[in-house]
Structure formats: structure tokens, C-alpha cells
């Protein structure tokens, strides 16, 4: 699988990283399998929060094992100081070690929000005695939805992060305004060398009134052929990797898709966004 050099870190991460949500209602003999089946494709990269239900659980008996294999983003969806440090000690616990290679602020996705996680008492605080202590290397900051990428350039301004993470997919680029708005931020990031990764990758509408029949919140591509055409699409644009979808029976796809990636031509990318018919609206995917 293609690696890329995730900004400033320096690591070189697979093009898909290990989206550790898709664990979490697992037991651990088929969470064993899953991480397994990553390794086996050469992922190099774990993306996980204490949101993720048992994930924690699941991955923690494997890192005496892969841990200096592998890079480790954890994030704290925590907004002040002090309730930060709590979730990061519980975090550690929970995973089984004693630092991290990434340690993200989680779905800062507003202004006000930003507000909070950057005053003198607030979460970023935290981060920064972690990384002057030596628990985290790098600190990043996460979020979803039509207003993040706008809120990310903020951040950017107040805070050298080393790191974001945000949705950049096919469905959502058919959004002009988010479009725009998340082509502005790749190029703050590549001008500041900020590592980016990118979520929601099967993304293509949302439930409406339909029964999920996958573990995702939006409605997601199903079959080998649209996997490839949305991972490949996603992946041809100046991105550094891709934490993997939230549905564990799409997890094969999705590393075989990457195995195989096949960079589209400008005109090609166009031509898949353009063929984009959303079978229902997800408003806080900005998909219409």
C-alpha cells in the first residue's frame, strides 16, 4: 500500500490508517481478525477516541506487540484543561501504554467550540503539557460536518497544529461552498506542512427514513466498484491518509481498494463528482 509523509511528522502512513471505530461492538476474536487483516495489508497507522465503545479494549492487547510499528493518534472530545487530563489517563489505561505519536482535539467543529478548547484554562492546555512531558510527539485537531474546514483555518491561525483531520469525499465535494472551503485548508496545510487526514470516505448521502443496515451514520457505498471509484477519488487529491470507514464488512474493500489505488486524471475526478446522485440528503455531511 502507497505511504505519504504526513506533514511535519515525517511518519509515513499508508493511505488508509487504521479507522479503529469499526471495532468497537466487536468481540475480540473478530476484532482480532480485523487488526490482522490491517497488518497484513501493511497499515501502519491507528486512528482511535474513547468514543469508539470498546475499541480501547480491543486494541490494547496488541500493543506490547506493534506499538513502535506503529503511529498512534488518539483524540479528547473534552473542552476544558482539567477534564482533558482525566480523559487522557483513563485513555492510556484503557489502551495499555504510556504515550502517543498524535493526540487530537475531538470534533472541534465550531467556532465556539474553538473558543473553548483554546482558552487559557481549555483542552488544547492539556495537549501541550502532554507533548512538553513526552506522552504525545504531535498534536492535531479533529471534526465533521459543512462548517469544520472554516473552523480549521481558524485553528490554524490561533495554533500551530501539527495535524487535522476532516472530510474530504466525493459526495460532499459536489458541494461547491465545502468544496471551496476544504480546498482552502489542504493548501493552509501544505503551506504550513500540516499533516492531513481525511474522513467519511464512503460517504455518498444519508439514512432519511431508511433502517441502517451498516454501522455508519451516513449511508454508505457498498460494492467493490463504488468503493474503489470513492477511495481512489478521495485518495487522488492532495491528501496524506485516510482513517478507515466505520462498517467492518467494508473493511476488505476498503484495503483492497488501497492495494490497489489507481490515481484519477483531473478530468476524471470531476467526472465521478459530477455523476453523484446522493440517494438522500445527510445536512451535516453537507450533502444535499
Known amino acids: 500500500m502507497e505511504k ?130 513526552g506522552l504525545t510527539k504531535w498534536i492535531g485537531i479533529t471534526g465533521h460536518g459543512p462548517t469544520v474546514p472554516k473552523t480549521h483555518l481558524e485553528a490554524l491561525e490561533r495554533f500551530d497544529f501539527d495535524t487535522v483531520m476532516f472530510p474530504v469525499n466525493v459526495a460532499m465535494y459536489g458541494n461547491l461552498e465545502y468544496r471551496r472551503d476544504a480546498q482552502e485548508l489542504i493548501q493552509m496545510c501544505h503551506t504550513k506542512d500540516v499533516g492531513i487526514q481525511t474522513i467519511k470516505m464512503l460517504a455518498r448521502g444519508g439514512w432519511g427514513s431508511k433502517i441502517p443496515d451498516c454501522g455508519t451514520w451516513y449511508d454508505p457505498f457498498r460494492d467493490q466498484e463504488s468503493v474503489d471509484t470513492a477511495l481512489w477519488w478521495q485518495l487522488s487529491q492532495p491528501i496524506h491518509t485516510a482513517p478507515s470507514c466505520g462498517e467492518i464488512s467494508l473493511l476488505p474493500l476498503v484495503l483492497d481498494a488501497a492495494e490497489r489505488f489507481n490515481r484519477l486524471s483531473f478530468e476524471e475526478q470531476n467526472g465521478v463528482i459530477a455523476s453523484q446522485i446522493p440517494p438522500r440528503p445527510e445536512p451535516r455531511l453537507a450533502i444535499g
Open 4 to 133: 505519504r509523509r504526513l506533514g511535519r511528522t515525517g511518519h509515513k502512513s499508508t493511505v488508509v490508517s487504521f479507522g479503529s471505530y469499526s471495532i468497537g461492538k466487536l468481540n475480540q476474536e473478530i476484532a482480532d481478525k480485523a487488526i490482522d487483516m490491517c497488518l497484513g495489508y501493511g497499515v501502519n497507522h491507528i486512528d482511535i477516541a474513547p468514543g469508539y465503545a470498546n475499541a480501547m479494549e480491543r486494541i490494547a492487547p496488541w500493543m506490547p506487540k506493534i506499538r513502535k510499528k506503529m503511529f498512534l493518534g488518539s483524540k479528547t472530545p473534552m473542552r476544558s484543561r482539567d477534564q482533558a487530563w482525566e480523559n487522557i489517563e483513563d485513555i492510556m489505561r484503557r489502551m495499555n501504554v504510556d504515550s502517543f505519536d498524535l493526540f487530537q482535539l475531538h470534533s472541534v467543529i465550531d467556532l465556539d467550540t474553538l473558543d473553548q478548547v483554546t482558552a487559557s484554562d481549555g483542552a488544547l492546555q492539556a495537549l501541550i503539557e502532554m507533548r512538553d512531558q
